[in-house]
């Protein structure tokens, strides 16, 4: 059974950092393209950044960009998303989705999210 | 950046109605690479949809997509209870993958 599952999540004051984990099993996690998505309470999906299989390609939405840094090490079968000068309005549900085949491609397995809250 | 503006914002239906939710993009989306979630409160977004018309695997037969180019159209043929929810198009042929703002189906 395919499986994500992000961890790292919490109450952060504005300025700081927070690494999220998503550690994936049921799949050959190198084969697949990752994206992490996120949903501000209330409010709409967010796509905020996707990455490569083999690390080589990655994009980011322009509101994180310079500021949040997307990685995976596919020996530990886990996705990362570094998130660097947190505002509040970063303040969401974050959720780590699988690209279903390709670099670009939907989300066809999702986790349960991860809520970061930047608040002072 | 491509936008994509859903439409209507909220439809209140009652169960055995039929659905039709629209999905209008900015410019072309590159090769339909256009996709539809499902979400319900508290769960995370449901791949429906992918390639503006391919249904993801396990998703009943009552669900459908078309459309190419700017134009979308998600289906439900007959609204079961378990359909009321937020759905939501992507658009994932072109960084940043853009979502709609979604669509309410509530109960009527």
């Known amino acids: 059974e395919v499986q994500l599952l992000e961890s790292g999540g919490g109450l952060i004051h504005p300025g700081g950092s927070l690494r999220l984990s998503c550690s994936a099993s049921g799949f050959t996690f190198s084969s697949y393209a990752m994206n992490w998505v996120r949903q501000a309470p209330g409010k709409g999906l967010e796509w905020v950044s996707s990455i490569s299989g083999s690390s080589g390609s990655s994009h980011y939405a322009d509101s994180v960009k310079g500021r949040f840094t997307i990685s995976r090490d596919n020996s530990k079968n886990t996705l990362y998303l570094q998130m660097n000068s947190l505002k509040v309005e970063d303040t969401a549900i974050y959720y780590c989705?699988?690209?279903?085949?390709?670099?670009?491609?939907?989300?066809?397995?999702w986790g349960q999210g991860a809520l970061v809250t930047v608040s002072s | 950046e491509i936008v994509l503006t859903q439409s209507p914002g909220t439809l209140s239906l009652s169960p055995g109605e039929r659905v039709t939710l629209s999905c209008r993009a900015s410019q072309t989306v590159t090769s339909s690479n256009l996709a539809w979630y499902q979400q319900k409160p508290g769960q995370a977004p449901r791949l429906l949809i992918y390639?503006?018309?391919s249904r993801a695997t396990g998703i009943p037969d009552r669900f459908s997509g078309s459309g190419s180019g700017t134009d979308f159209t998600l289906t439900i043929s007959r609204l079961e209870p378990e359909d009321f929810a937020v759905y939501y198009c992507q658009q994932y042929g072109s960084s940043p993958r853009t979502f709609g703002q979604g669509t309410k189906v509530e109960i009527k």
């Open positions: 390639g503006a018309s």
């Open positions: 989705a699988r690209g279903s085949s390709g670099y670009y491609s939907p989300g066809d397995c």
